[in-house]
């Protein structure tokens, strides 16, 4: 039994590698039957004798999660190969390297080249590169109508984060005139495709005061799935739903819960809503030494709601209060740590 067990395996690798040289020889590169090091001598032999698509494959097994300068330049030099044959997967992944600086002196114009001959090609990963290199300003060159055009072409091929990208264009007029309408199509699709931004954006057409379609309910609905994908700005507003009972029952319990986990993450409003939080005992204890820490962080940033809130809390903090404070924020460089050393101390 355990022979044939043995030579099954044998005969479902054997199996494996074949369709797998078979796909390369048909030009499409499909996964190896396994991964590391087998799989890069496969790429290595197919790269080396001329497949573009084993040389993008190659490279990019060099690449990721690689810091080492050798694999980096190997993956260079395979990519530089495979672009040659205008390998649109190849021109992408060349663009990022010189856009990062990763392997070769990084350079915007030559970064932006690459990405506009890969989308032009149709490849959906650099069309939504591309689109967020003119929103950005890469190489000087910002245009954010252009950037839409490009959105829309990768969306359009299911590209998660580029549908997000449009419909967040779409309600905000980034690049085009505001239409709430498309806009809720596109971001439908990037929060069912479960993008935590498009839920949360998609979430707050539902409240917003010229959607057609209001609904608070929904509302709540997607920026909840948002929130438990760990989006700072969906935790705070969760907190509000669950603070104003919109949407939801009201509950400071579970307002406190989000506007902690937001305010964890740097969100300034979330940590403004923590320290009144605290301040009135909403949710949690009364804890006036946690609200004036929180925002006398807030106020080193020039945060000027966090600059009012330490006045309104000045009559209330005695010279222990003072004393507490000092000894909370001593030390702490970042909000996430300011949080856990507050939330070890109740």
């Known amino acids: 039994m355990a022979g044939r067990s043995s030579s099954k395996k044998a005969a479902e690798s054997r199996n494996a590698r074949a369709n797998y040289v078979l796909g390369l020889l048909g030009g499409v590169a499909v996964s190896p039957p396994q991964a590391s090091k087998e799989a890069m001598q496969y790429y290595a032999r197919a790269a080396a004798e001329g497949n573009p698509d084993a040389q993008y494959q190659l490279a990019k097994l060099l690449v990721e999660g690689q810091t080492l300068s050798t694999n980096n330049r190997a993956a260079l030099k395979w990519l530089k190969k495979a672009v040659e044959k205008d390998h649109a997967a190849s021109q992408h992944l060349l663009g990022r390297m010189y856009l990062k600086g990763q392997g070769v002196t990084r350079d915007e114009h030559r970064a932006l080249e690459l990405l506009r001959q890969a989308a032009i090609s149709g490849n959906a990963d650099a069309e939504y590169d591309l689109g967020c290199a003119l929103l950005e300003g890469i190489a000087g060159e910002t245009d954010a109508y252009q950037a839409l055009r490009w959105f829309r072409l ?3 091929q299911g590209h998660v984060q580029s549908q997000y990208r449009v419909g967040y264009a779409l309600a905000h007029g980034a690049g085009c005139q505001i239409d709430l309408q498309q806009a809720a199509t596109w971001l439908r699709k990037a929060a069912i495709n479960g993008d935590p931004k498009g839920q949360y954006e998609f979430g707050l057409l539902f409240i917003h005061p010229d959607y057609t379609k209001r609904n608070e ?3 709540f609905r997607w920026i909840r799935l948002s929130a438990l994908a760990g989006f700072a700005p969906a935790q705070y507003q969760l907190a509000l739903f669950y603070q104003a009972g919109e949407g939801t029952l009201a509950s400071y319990e579970e307002a406190f819960i989000w506007a902690r986990r937001a305010a964890a993450q740097g969100e300034a409003k979330a940590l403004i ?25 807030l106020s080193a940033t020039d945060n000027p709601t966090a600059a009012a809130l330490l006045q309104t809390l000045e009559p209330q903090i005695t010279s222990s209060h003072r004393s507490e404070v000092q ?17 070890a101390q109740q």
């Open 327 to 343: 000894k909370l924020l001593s030390g702490v460089k970042s909000a996430v740590e300011l949080i856990a050393v507050i939330s």
């Open 273 to 297: 809503l923590l320290a009144n939080l605290y301040r009135f005992g909403a949710g949690t204890a009364v804890n006036i030494t946690a609200a004036y820490a929180i925002a006398s962080y």
């Open 217 to 219: 309910e929904e509302a």
């Open 154 to 156: 990768a969306g359009a």
